[in-house]
């Protein structure tokens, strides 16, 4: 290298005003021959570049050789790498078009975003500065063609999924489902304002949290509640099962039950807790109707130990677990 301490540059960054630039700064006599040994070419690649390759010197003498005649001081700044910036943006949007003898081609419209001109001579200039670009073996680790052909591949990938989210879209309208009434006819006006949409969530969370479990199933007296009942009809099956344990117990041909009875009766199983079983409660006494909790608790023959817990972190309903000891008292 000439000068070590000379600010070195990629091949593709590189413009005529470079080249030119070093050659005035070449005191001795230097030969034109590309392979000589004291040839001009190998100071300009060494003190540009800082390389001794074949290639970039050939690259560097193509360089200057396809500067137009005319006007040439207006491609003095122009890099491969100005070049490669528009092609592959210009990939990315639109299809390539390399006739550079064409106004409207590629060429063209770098040339007037360049030079703000489109002449022959500046497309000419443009598309042999990349051919001789292209000569060169890598750039960034890849051909300056492989990168716009990679670009252009990523925009055909592009459009490919665009017109197939488009079609995915248009397909999902034609098979949704209609849209489903609200519950008790609550209609939305289309330009509801925002004092009556808060009202109408306000109607619809009040009438939510005043239901309750009253809903008994007609097989195990659960509590549920309305949205939890479920209608099943009885068959033969199920009726020869619970005429097995009492020939006089009615079943009716229509039950509201829940769900895990209804599991069992499809399964054309009795219930674990149907009534049947004997474990329905039997009525309170008459005499004990009118008694307080206290008096109730004194006058118990047993009192029962259980594990009484709350669902959903303390928040949801009571649910017990684990075993009931009852023990006797002495009520006497």
């Known amino acids: 290298m000439d000068n070590p301490s000379q600010e070195l540059f990629n091949f593709a960054d590189i413009t005529y005003s470079m080249i030119k630039n070093t050659k005035t700064r070449c005191k001795n006599k230097r030969y034109n021959n590309l392979a000589h040994k004291n040839s001009i070419w190998r100071f300009v690649e060494s003190s540009l570049i800082g390389t001794s390759d074949p290639n970039v010197r050939q690259f560097l003498y193509n360089f200057e050789k396809c500067i137009p005649l005319q006007n040439a001081e207006k491609y003095y700044d122009t890099s491969v ?12 949007k639109s299809q390539l078009n390399n006739n550079h003898t064409q106004p409207s081609s590629s060429w063209g419209l770098l040339s007037t975003n360049i030079y703000t001109t489109n002449t022959l001579d500046d497309r000419r200039f443009l598309s042999q500065l990349w051919a001789i670009g292209n000569e060169v073996d890598k750039i960034e680790g890849e051909s300056l063609d492989v990168l716009l052909h990679k670009t252009v591949r990523i925009r055909n990938k592009r459009k490919e999924k665009q017109i197939y989210d488009q079609n995915r879209y248009q397909h999902n309208l034609t098979i949704s489902p209609p849209p489903q009434p609200i519950e008790d006819n609550l209609i939305v006006p289309s330009q509801t304002t925002q004092v009556a949409l808060i ?24 509590l549920m509640y309305q949205s939890q009942a479920r209608n099943i009809s009885i068959t033969p099956q199920p009726i020869t099962l619970f005429s097995e344990i009492d020939v006089q117990y ?10 895990r009875c209804k599991n069992n009766l499809q399964k054309f199983k009795i219930p674990p807790k149907s009534k049947i079983n004997g474990m329905a409660l039997l009525p309170i006494p008459k005499e004990l109707e009118c008694l307080s909790m206290a008096e109730i ?25 684990g075993l009931v000891v009852h023990f006797p008292q002495q009520v006497k």
């Open 81 to 92: 790498n100005m070049i490669r910036i528009f092609m592959m943006d210009l990939a990315s």
């Open 199 to 222: 009202e109408l969530l306000d109607k619809l969370y009040k009438k939510s949290i005043q239901q309750y479990a009253t809903q008994p199933c007609d097989n195990c007296m659960l």
């Open 250 to 259: 009615q079943r009716p041909s229509q039950m509201k039950v829940c769900q």
């Open 297 to 321: 608790r004194l006058i118990s023959q047993v009192k029962p130990h259980m594990k009484v817990f709350h669902t959903c972190r303390g928040q949801g309903q009571r649910a017990m677990k």
